[in-house]
């Protein structure tokens, strides 16, 4: 078994996992800063009077965000429900569905936190076991080269460790705006389901009938 090639795989490995998980950063940075910002807008203007998508600016609504999604879908439908126990339910269906939104492939950068130190470490075991096949093969002719070969596989290591630290960073960031982000949704969702839809009042009751008086003889 060639070691040696084994050895280097890992690296490239490495070095793809790497790459991933800072294309992945790049997107999720630039997507939760403008999410977050759209929510903070929509929350300042949407007050406990809105009750239609007509009493919101337009270029915050039609925007393709989280929030503008969430109020347009519960603005539409909250007009067709009638009890107060409805809108909650469809409030927290929404709130649920664009959670789901919101985490969407941060799975991505916590399996390279996960897996990182994990492909380190094989790179380090397949470069001492390179190390220790060289040596048996030719014995200790040169010192420094066993040191070479050692220095070569701790560094696949701290490689991999670099690359969890750097990854878990983001990834606890993500978290931070995921939570911040749920909470301007909450709000949003909570002032949306106010003020219209309703349990309709009883209609009143009709006034008995009065029976007509005889009259009476003369």
């Known amino acids: 078994m060639n070691y040696q090639t084994l050895h280097e795989i890992t690296f490239y490995a490495m070095y793809v996992v790497a790459a991933l998980a800072a294309m992945l950063i790049v997107e999720r940075l630039i997507y939760y800063?403008?999410?977050?910002?759209d929510a903070r807008a929509l929350e300042r203007v949407m007050t406990h009077d809105v009750?239609?998508?007509?009493d919101l600016p337009e270029k915050l609504v039609a925007r393709d965000s989280v929030g503008a999604e969430a109020l347009r879908e519960m603005l539409q439908t909250k007009s067709e429900l009638t009890d107060h126990r409805d809108v909650e339910d469809l409030s927290e269906a929404i709130y649920i569905a664009m959670r789901a939104k919101l985490t969407r492939r941060l799975w991505i950068l916590d399996t390279v936190v996960t897996a990182a130190p994990l492909l380190g470490l094989l790179g380090t075991i397949l470069g001492i076991i390179e190390t220790f096949s060289a040596l048996?093969?030719?014995?200790?002719s040169d010192p420094s080269s066993v040191s070479k070969g050692i220095g070569t596989a701790l560094f696949a290591t701290a490689l991999g460790?670099?690359?969890?630290?750097?990854?878990?960073l983001f990834h606890n960031l993500f978290q931070d705006k995921v939570d911040r982000i749920n909470d301007n949704l909450k709000i949003l969702l909570i002032r949306a389901g106010m003020g219209r839809a309703s349990t309709p009042a009883p209609a009143p009751r009709a006034a008995p009938h009065?029976?007509?008086v005889p009259a009476l003889a003369a």
């Open 51 to 54: 009750n239609s998508l007509g």
């Open 33 to 37: 800063s403008i999410t977050l910002a």
């Open 136 to 140: 048996a093969t030719s014995g200790i």
């Open 161 to 168: 460790i670099s690359i969890a630290l750097f990854g878990l």
């Open 210 to 212: 009065a029976e007509p």
